[in-house]
């Protein structure tokens, strides 16, 4: 396989966590007897360009199962988030009714209905249509598709070129990150400024973050590989800035490569800070397999020990990050016997691989669990908030990574 950037020969493991299924592969009863579909995970390194990747065995129509598509309006924190981020980029671009606001991956139009209600006209691209057709109850246009070179093109040639172009949490999904890229290139109007959100590659391997990785989760961003990416695609990084969302994200800011703003020092301090931490040595690279078996040794222990104990155990947040975690670990229902969720689309079914059922978080006052471990570790402090109740039966939180944490 070569870099989906610099098409150079990967010959370097990251990290191999076996075989998954899909991560939103959640199964009904019915499933349970019927064969389940396993693909490698392994991520690889470039050793030019430094692009921590997926290998793609899965295809994209595989992986992105619309019947348990992610609504982001689910969570409360990310739904501030996204406005915070609204206001200020009005206000720093000054957007008015003559600006268009394009957002990639606009799921269930979390983020573009703060600019609907200032009047600023925006277009939505979403291809999944459970998401889309939420988005436009809201009044948002939405375009079904792919982003991609061909849609930015289209867009262009329309006359719909933007003034901000907005990716939150698509940048790392996309399978072809250098047709994304230019298609942002076309998108975008002279003067626009592009922002795009992604996990960052260094808090990863700081927290030891290994359970971000998922088949449907293809790049493993540095500020210094996305500069490159840019580069080649005729944009260029003009500022950044770091955000405590997904345990450790970047926002890069990002305008045509002859705009005449100029690049902020944020930008080549991080690149500076990144080398400085080993993104760019082989060394950093190698050594991460181990620190993630640390952290599945620590759990498979922990659970363990409180099954001999006698206390009880569940998990909350059918989340992507469990998944990867649980069947890397091989964690079955004897030792996490259930995992609660909010959100109704997974209740009533079973998590893949593992097959641990999925259950309604009204369940956690009739278990009365010992301990709760929260599987997205990002959204702990919020779960332990809503679910406080379990303290009065002494219940306490706990999180798995990078170790065994009471919240
Ligand atoms: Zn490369």
Redesign the pocket.
């Known amino acids: 396989m070569n870099?989906r950037?610099?098409?150079?020969r990967l010959e370097h493991t990251f990290l191999d966590l076996g075989f998954a299924p899909p991560s939103n592969a959640y199964l009904s009863e019915a499933d349970l007897r019927k064969p389940e579909l396993y693909y490698p995970l392994k991520i690889m390194v470039?050793a030019?360009?430094?692009?921590v990747q997926t290998e793609d065995y899965a295809q994209a129509e595989e992986l992105f199962s619309p019947e348990y598509a992610y609504f982001s309006s689910t969570s409360s924190s990310w739904l501030a988030h996204a406005k915070s981020y609204a206001e200020a980029m009005t206000d720093r671009l000054s957007l008015d009714a003559n600006s268009l606001v394009i957002e990639v991956a606009s799921n269930d139009g979390y983020l573009l209905r703060n600019f609907v209600e200032a009047g600023i006209p925006c277009l939505g691209i979403e291809p999944t249509d459970s998401t889309a057709d939420a988005a436009e109850a809201l009044g948002i246009p939405v375009m079904r598709a792919f982003f991609g070179e061909s849609v930015g093109q289209q867009l262009a040639s329309g006359g719909r070129q933007a003034d901000l172009i907005v990716g939150n949490n698509v940048y790392a999904h996309v399978p072809d990150i250098n047709d994304f890229t230019v298609g942002l290139k076309a998108a975008l109007e002279a003067g626009g400024t592009v922002t795009l959100e992604f996990p960052h590659l260094m808090r990863l391997v700081e927290f030891t973050q290994f359970d971000t990785v998922y088949h449907e989760h293809f790049s493993y961003l540095s500020l210094y590989t996305v500069c490159r990416i840019f580069e080649q695609a005729g944009l260029r990084v003009f500022d950044v800035e770091q955000l405590p969302t997904h345990g450790g994200s970047l926002r890069v800011f990002g305008c045509h490569h002859d705009d005449p703003r100029a690049t902020a020092d944020s930008v080549p301090d991080l690149i500076d800070e990144e080398a400085s931490r080993g993104l760019r040595t082989q060394s950093m690279y190698q050594d991460f397999q181990a620190r993630a078996d640390e952290v599945k040794d620590g759990l498979l222990s922990f659970l363990l020990a409180r099954k001999q104990e006698g206390k009880q155990v569940i998990a909350y947040g059918a989340a992507a990050k469990g998944n990867t975690l649980l069947n890397y670990a091989g964690v079955k229902p004897d030792l996490l016997p259930l995992v609660c969720d909010a959100a109704p689309s997974k209740q009533g079914k079973f998590m893949p691989g593992s097959h641990i059922p999925v259950l309604e978080p009204g369940v956690i006052r009739k278990a009365k669990p010992d301990i709760v471990l929260v599987l997205p570790w990002n959204i702990a402090d919020e779960v332990a908030d809503t679910y406080s109740f379990i303290r009065e039966w002494g219940g306490q939180f706990a999180t798995a990574v990078p170790s065994i944490k009471f919240v």
Not at 48 to 51: A, E, F, G, V
């Open positions: 870099c950037h610099c098409d150079s470039c030019k360009c430094w692009l």
